[in-house]
Structure formats: C-alpha cells, structure tokens
C-alpha cells in the first residue's frame, strides 16, 4: 500500500509539471534545444564555428546584483539558466583525443559547494550532460585552456553583441575572461569589422560613377542619425566632403580596399539566421508562450474587478504581478507600465508612481514570462468602472481598428498589414470626432506601429517579410491625446492601447489573450462585478 501511495504520489507531482524537489519540470525539453542547434548547424556553411555567451551578471548597487536573466539566443540553444557559459557549435565533425567526434561543445560554471551555500545549485558539467543533452560538456576554465584554434576556420560566428560591458570579477572563469579567451584565440578586432550598413554605403560609393555622387550623399545623409557608424566613418565623410572628383576617385578605392575581408569573424550571420528561427514557433513553444499569454489576460480580469479610484497606480502594478507569481511565472516579461489618465500617454510610462488613480482611464500594459516565453497585454479601463462618453467614443475607435488589424494578419500578408489596416480605422475616428481635419493629416495620436513579433523576447526577433504560420504577433493600436494637444479639450489625457496577442495559424488569426474582455461594454461588466481582495486591507502606517 505504502508503494502504491508513493507511485501515486510521483505521478501526481509529474502532472503538474514539477519535480519532486518541488522545482518546476515544464520547461523546454532538452530534444527541443537540440533540434534548434541542429537547425542553426544546417544553416551554417562548411569549415565554420558558431560561438555563443550567455549573458553576464549585472550589478544593480554595491554588491547587489540584479536577478540572472540568460540571453534568449543561448537559452534557446541550450536551455542553460546560469551565467558564465559559452556554447560552440561546429558546422562539421571534430575529432577529439581519443578518436570520438562531436560537433558542439558547452562550457558551463564549474561546480563549488561554496559558491552554491551563498547563490543556489549550479549544474555543473554532469548536469550539463544530464539534463541538457550535450556529450561533450566542460567547466569555463576548459574553454580558457582550450586549443581551439578559431583562426584555422572559414567563418566564426558570433551573435553581434560584444559591448565591452562585462564586469571582471576575478576568478579567471566568468564570463568576462571567457570573452577576452575568445577574442585572443579568435583575433577579433572590432576594428576591423564591417557592419551591414557600411557594407551597403561602400558598395552603394564603389559602383556609383562619381559624377553622380551627389544620389548617394544625399541618401547616406538621410541615415546618418540613425546610423551614428557613418558619421564616424572616415571614408564615407572623406567621400561626402571631398572637394572634386579625384579625391571622390580617392575615396572609392580606399572604399574597395576597406571592403576586402581582414577576419574571419562574422557578426551578422548568427543574428539572421536564429531571427528567421526564432519567427517561427514549435508546437512546445507555442504551449509555454499561450500559459504566459493566459496569466497575463488572468491579470487584466483580476485587476478589472479589484480597481477602485483611490488606488495607486503601484498597486495595481503589484496586483497584476501577484497573479503572475500565483502561477508560477519567474518574472515579467517587460517592466510593468499602468498609466492613469495623461501619464498613459507616456508609450513607455514606468514609473507607475500616480497616488490615485482617481476617474481617469487606466492603461495597462503588462506580461508574464513563463518559462522563458513573455506575453504582451494591454487594455485600457476606467478607473471608476463606468468610460465617459468621451473615453468611450475614443476607445471604441481603438477596437474598431484592432479588429481590423487582427483580420489582416494572415499567412502570407505582409508584416505591416495589421499596421495599415489599424490606422485607417484610426484616422477614419479620429475624422469623424472631428480631432483630425482631413483623413490625410499627419499627426501624432498614433506614433508607433501596431505589431512586433512576441516570444523569448517581448520585442522577438524575425524577418519582418511576409507572415507566416505558426507566427506569434501582437497587435496593438492606440490613441493618446496629451495634455496641449490641438484638438478640443474634452480629448486631453485621454490614452488608449489595446493590445493582444495573435498565432498566425493557415486557417486565420487566433487571439491568445482574448480572455481578457476587449470590448468597452464587456469591460464595464468586468468591473462591475467582486473582487477577491475587496476585504484585503492593511494596517494604515501613516497613523
């Protein structure tokens, strides 16, 4: 009886997807994280080595560090949680000392009994092997000590994000000596590594005859502010200034001579490759992002009914991260934003400092992340529980132009579809209450576009061609009439975004967040009815 109550005991522990340590066990599997090191392989060309950091250890103040978070990229390659880690990925059989290959190797913290008393358990190279999958798996030091002769390869990749901000903690293995290992071994010279973006000037300079120079000037003068690169190039502002046409001649040999290969070491390949990946989800991901998404519409409903006008915008922020911790998420996806009235005006509002939310709108604009994946969520309510005809007109144009977007974002349509179809629908509203005066004026009650792709990022990497299924997006229209805006006054600190969260599937768009009501009338239901932290009061510590 004793065994057959401890096999039900383990069985029950495993349906709900956490060990019997009491530790989560539904992350990604370690077949998953293979399957994307495989597909990367695949992509890489012949004689090359792809070599990926995890992130480092930011310090928050003195000797407090934030929360580890892992760089999406290595954690979708390895699954790996913990710092100082490199992983190197061969696009062709090794051979090791004893004859066996291989074709990836991970470096990972060296395990110490001290180090983990003060900081948690660390996995170690047998976990390595254990849990992640890898055969061959060894502690930093080994990386450090390692013939790996990068020099010897047609290409080495890297993911781009060399930002020389790694902290030197001394010890020899963090991920700050990993990175110096790498660029001796490797002979990486920022220096001598040409961006995308110039590669595109300097070709745009070497083919264009000089006497037609002025059709390139003009163009590398319109990206200049946003490509600081070129205004600090000394060829493309030697071309740009030079006086005649010989010294513009000059200037594009310097340009050819600068565009021969001086390294083997890529930094743009890696980042294309894994965003053409990383568009599109597997079934196992779209099972962790659609549990981050539901906590996050559970969050919007619980707040809906526990908002009361004399509440703080923090507190609101802290009754949406309560239900996200209820269930499990690790963290939130984004810094939260909850902007009453004119602060949701601010795209990016986080302060969330507001004492009182008072009779204004409330936007909210949070996420969970749920092992790994992050959600996207936003609505917009009245504090009070009631729109006024004013909120109400507003955000009913809102939904009328998400509906819209959300139709467009089919397979096969291109990535701004749901951006153009949203700001019809805005315009036309916008028209017809009379705060824009032609269906062409330019304005700025909608500055951003209305989709980006969702996932181990909130802000995902892709290509941005067009959609394709299996596709996580959002689709986020809004308004926002600050305060001085030239319209009629009623309009001021009125901001509206409602945002979701859509599989692109062949068979049409699927609203993942669609738990949370959307529509003016639902919300006001919403609100209307009780709250579970009605009766939750804490002592008054002002008095």
Same mark, same amino acid.
């Given at each position: 009886?004793?065994?057959?109550?401890?096999?039900?005991? %383990?069985?029950?522990?495993?349906?709900?997807?956490?060990?019997?340590?009491?530790?989560?066990?539904?992350?990604?599997?370690?077949?998953? !994280?293979?399957?994307?090191?495989?597909?990367?392989?695949?992509?890489?060309?012949?004689?090359?080595?792809?070599?990926?950091?995890?992130?480092?250890?930011? @310090?928050?103040?003195?000797?407090?560090?934030?929360?580890?978070?892992?760089?999406?990229?290595?954690? #979708?390659?390895?699954?790996?949680?913990?710092?100082?880690?490199?992983?190197?990925?061969?696009?062709?059989?090794?051979?090791?000392? &004893?004859? @066996?290959?291989?074709?990836?190797?991970?470096?990972?913290?060296?395990?110490?009994?001290?180090?983990? %008393?003060?900081?948690?358990?660390?996995? /170690?190279?047998?976990? =390595?092997?254990?849990?992640?999958?890898?055969?061959?798996?060894?502690?930093?030091?080994?990386?450090?000590?390692?013939?790996?002769?990068?020099?010897?390869?047609?290409?080495?990749?890297?993911? /781009?994000?060399?930002?020389?901000?790694?902290? @030197?903690?001394?010890?020899?293995? *963090?991920?700050?000596?990993?990175?110096?290992?790498?660029?001796?071994?490797?002979?990486?010279?920022?220096?001598?590594?040409?961006?995308?973006?110039?590669?595109?000037? #300097?070709?745009?300079?070497?083919?264009?005859?000089?006497?037609?120079?002025?059709?390139?000037?003009?163009?590398?003068?319109?990206?200049?502010?946003?490509?600081?690169?070129?205004?600090?190039?000394?060829?493309?502002?030697?071309?740009? &200034? +030079?006086?005649?046409?010989?010294?513009?001649?000059?200037?594009?040999?310097?340009?050819?001579?600068?565009?021969?290969?001086?390294?083997?070491?890529?930094? *743009?390949?890696?980042?294309?490759?894994?965003?053409?990946?990383?568009?599109?989800?597997?079934?196992?991901?779209?099972?962790?992002?659609?549990? +981050?998404?539901?906590?996050?519409?559970?969050?919007?409903?619980?707040?809906?009914?526990?908002?009361?006008?004399?509440?703080?915008?923090?507190?609101?922020?802290?009754?949406?991260?309560?239900?996200?911790?209820?269930?499990?998420?690790?963290?939130?996806?984004?810094?939260?934003?909850?902007?009453?009235?004119?602060?949701?005006?601010?795209?990016?509002?986080?302060?969330?400092?507001?004492?009182?939310? /008072?009779?204004?709108?409330?936007?909210?604009?949070?996420?969970?992340?749920?092992?790994?994946?992050?959600?996207?969520?936003?609505?917009?309510?009245?504090?009070?529980?009631?729109?006024?005809?004013?909120?109400?007109?507003?955000?009913?144009?809102?939904?009328?132009?998400?509906? +819209?977007?959300?139709? =467009?974002?089919?397979?096969?349509?291109?990535?701004?579809?749901?951006?153009?179809?949203?700001?019809?629908?805005?315009?036309?509203?916008?028209?017809?209450?009379?705060?824009?005066?032609?269906?062409?004026?330019?304005?700025?009650?909608?500055?951003? /576009?209305?989709? !980006?792709?969702?996932?181990?990022?909130? !802000?995902?990497?892709?290509? #941005?061609?067009?959609?394709?299924? @299996?596709?996580?997006?959002?689709?986020?229209?809004?308004?926002?009439?600050?305060?001085?805006?030239?319209?009629?006054?009623?309009?001021?600190?009125?901001?509206?975004?409602?945002?979701?969260?859509?599989?692109?599937?062949?068979?049409?768009?699927? &609203?993942?967040?669609?738990?949370?009501?959307?529509?003016?009338?639902?919300?006001?239901?919403? %609100?209307?009815?009780?709250?579970?932290?009605? =009766?939750?009061?804490?002592?008054?510590?002002?008095?």
């Amino acid at each position: 009886m004793k065994k057959l109550f401890s096999s039900l005991f %383990m069985l029950a522990f495993i349906a709900l997807g956490v060990a019997q340590d009491g530790t989560p066990t539904d992350y990604l599997s370690k077949e998953f !994280h293979k399957s994307r090191r495989d597909l990367l392989r695949s992509k890489m060309p012949k004689n090359s080595v792809a070599v990926v950091f995890a992130n480092p250890v930011r @310090n928050r103040a003195n000797d407090v560090d934030y929360v580890y978070h892992q760089d999406p990229n290595f954690y #979708y390659l390895t699954g790996y949680r913990e710092p100082n880690a490199v992983l190197v990925i061969f696009s062709d059989d090794q051979t090791d000392e &004893n004859g @066996n290959n291989y074709n990836e190797v991970i470096y990972v913290q060296q395990r110490n009994a001290r180090a983990e %008393m003060w900081n948690g358990r660390r996995l /170690g190279t047998e976990g =390595a092997k254990k849990q992640l999958g890898f055969s061959k798996a060894y502690n930093g030091i080994d990386f450090v000590n390692s013939k790996i002769n990068f020099k010897e390869f047609d290409k080495v990749f890297i993911d /781009g994000k060399f930002k020389d901000d790694y902290r @030197n903690l001394g010890g020899g293995t *963090d991920i700050y000596d990993l990175v110096v290992s790498f660029k001796e071994k490797s002979g990486y010279n920022p220096d001598s590594y040409i961006s995308n973006v110039k590669k595109y000037f #300097y070709s745009q300079i070497k083919e264009t005859p000089v006497e037609n120079r002025a059709n390139v000037i003009s163009v590398i003068k319109r990206y200049e502010n946003q490509y600081t690169e070129l205004k600090k190039d000394a060829i493309i502002q030697g071309y740009i &200034n +030079a006086a005649d046409e010989k010294l513009a001649k000059e200037m594009q040999q310097k340009v050819a001579l600068a565009m021969k290969p001086k390294t083997n070491v890529d930094l *743009d390949f890696m980042g294309a490759a894994l965003a053409d990946m990383r568009e599109i989800k597997t079934e196992e991901e779209i099972k962790l992002l659609t549990k +981050a998404i539901r906590i996050s519409a559970v969050g919007q409903i619980e707040v809906m009914k526990a908002m009361k006008p004399h509440m703080s915008e923090t507190e609101l922020q802290g009754i949406h991260e309560f239900v996200y911790k209820k269930y499990g998420a690790e963290y939130e996806g984004y810094p939260s934003i909850v902007g009453a009235g004119n602060n949701g005006c601010i795209l990016h509002y986080i302060e969330n400092n507001k004492t009182k939310v /008072g009779n204004d709108l409330v936007l909210m604009d949070l996420g969970a992340e749920y092992r790994g994946y992050t959600a996207d969520v936003t609505r917009t309510i009245p504090a009070n529980g009631k729109f006024t005809p004013e909120q109400k007109a507003i955000y009913d144009i809102v939904y009328k132009a998400q509906e +819209a977007g959300i139709k =467009a974002s089919v397979v096969g349509a291109g990535f701004n579809a749901p951006n153009m179809a949203s700001k019809a629908e805005i315009n036309k509203g916008l028209l017809a209450l009379g705060i824009i005066k032609s269906i062409d004026e330019r304005h700025n009650y909608l500055p951003h /576009g209305v989709s !980006h792709y969702l996932g181990l990022d909130v !802000h995902d990497p892709g290509t #941005y061609s067009k959609f394709r299924p @299996n596709t996580v997006i959002t689709v986020e229209p809004g308004i926002y009439i600050p305060e001085g805006s030239p319209c009629d006054k009623k309009w001021w600190g009125i901001a509206v975004r409602i945002e979701d969260d859509i599989l692109i599937t062949e068979k049409g768009p699927v &609203n993942l967040s669609a738990e949370a009501p959307r529509t003016s009338d639902a919300i006001e239901k919403m %609100m209307a009815k009780p709250s579970v932290l009605d =009766a939750f009061l804490l002592p008054d510590l002002d008095k």
